[in-house]
């Protein structure tokens, strides 16, 4: 298969690595590696290149000229987006949720060096920016939901278990924030492997319908949304968390995000000592990227 984006030269899969890692806590009888999917690119990283492709494709295809789509001040998906139009020659619109401030977040200048326009609404019309009609301000535009998430999203994530031999491994982990990945990973997956979603916040039976409506009838793999692990809730940050990030950094030389690769990280570490994966199972942890959203933290919190 021909892996190469129609953005050719600067999104190079080949820089995508599939690294073993045995931090201290796993026990010999477990198998991990990391597919390093943030190391496509600094912005486009991860899943969201991914969730993205399809959707620009068909944008393209409909002869439209400008993405319009939606985020917070720290949004990967919006950091995501602006990078991914300007290589593909495509405007982009970040509806920003909330005034914006004095000092723009780090994502959303570089939103804007992208060429993103930003349009910022209040926390309220944000609420409502599914029942709005974006069309009419943006008749050039091609709406995508906010986080990527639509069967388009989950198509293109199919193809992140084709980038490296991964049928070898018995379980497959990845953080869950809309499910999107997670859907994708379930409809590529092989029948006997299992797949494992981190919730990254509190979604409870809504997140786990989420993921069903995008799951494609010929899904095989067995899977589980685990709600465990959330650390409290969407982006709570606790200093035990640092800490394992650091420590994991140490240990492995993986850096991970504080909102969703640490925390599927952590709830690997508290599902093996729960004695959760049977001795022998070989474990992939998708890593989805994310890193740019640490420029949140001072600096010195992370030793990365
Ligand atoms: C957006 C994001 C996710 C969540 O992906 P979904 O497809 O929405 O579940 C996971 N990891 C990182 C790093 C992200 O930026």
Not at 205 to 212: F, G, K, S
């Amino acid at each position: 298969m021909d892996h190469r984006p129609w953005t050719m030269d600067q999104l190079n899969y080949s820089n995508i690595t599939l690294q073993p890692i045995q931090p201290a806590w796993l026990p010999p009888q477990l198998e991990a590696a990391m597919l390093r999917l943030d190391l496509l690119h600094p912005e486009v990283s991860g899943n969201k290149w991914f969730k993205l492709k399809q959707n620009l494709e068909q944008a393209k295809a409909a002869g439209q000229t400008r993405i319009v789509t939606f985020g917070g001040a720290w949004s990967n998906h919006i950091a995501a987006t602006a990078a991914a139009c300007r290589l593909a020659g495509l405007q982009s619109t970040g509806i920003i949720r909330g005034e914006a401030a004095p000092v723009l977040s780090l994502t959303l200048q570089q939103a804007q060096r992208y060429g993103m326009q930003l349009h910022f609404i209040s926390r309220e019309a944000y609420k409502q920016k599914d029942n709005t009609d974006w069309e009419v301000q943006y008749p050039d535009g091609f709406i995508i939901p906010e986080g990527g998430h639509n069967a388009a999203g989950a198509a293109g994530c199919k193809e992140i278990l084709s980038l490296a031999p991964t049928q070898h491994f018995t379980h497959i982990l990845c953080p869950a924030g809309t499910g999107t990945t997670l859907a994708g990973l379930i409809n590529s997956a092989q029948p006997q492997q299992q797949v494992l979603g981190i919730a990254v916040l509190k979604g409870g039976t809504y997140l786990q319908q989420e993921v069903e409506t995008l799951l494609e009838s010929s899904a095989t793999a067995n899977w589980e949304l685990l709600q465990g692990f959330h650390g409290g809730g969407y982006a709570k940050v606790s200093l035990e968390l640092i800490d394992f990030i650091n420590d994991f950094y140490t240990q492995t030389g993986v850096p991970l995000d504080m909102i969703y690769t640490g925390k599927m990280a952590w709830g690997l570490q508290q599902l093996v000592q729960q004695g959760y994966f049977p001795p022998g199972s070989r474990l992939l942890l998708i890593h989805t990227g994310g890193l740019q959203g640490n420029l949140s933290l001072p600096s010195g919190v992370l030793c990365f």
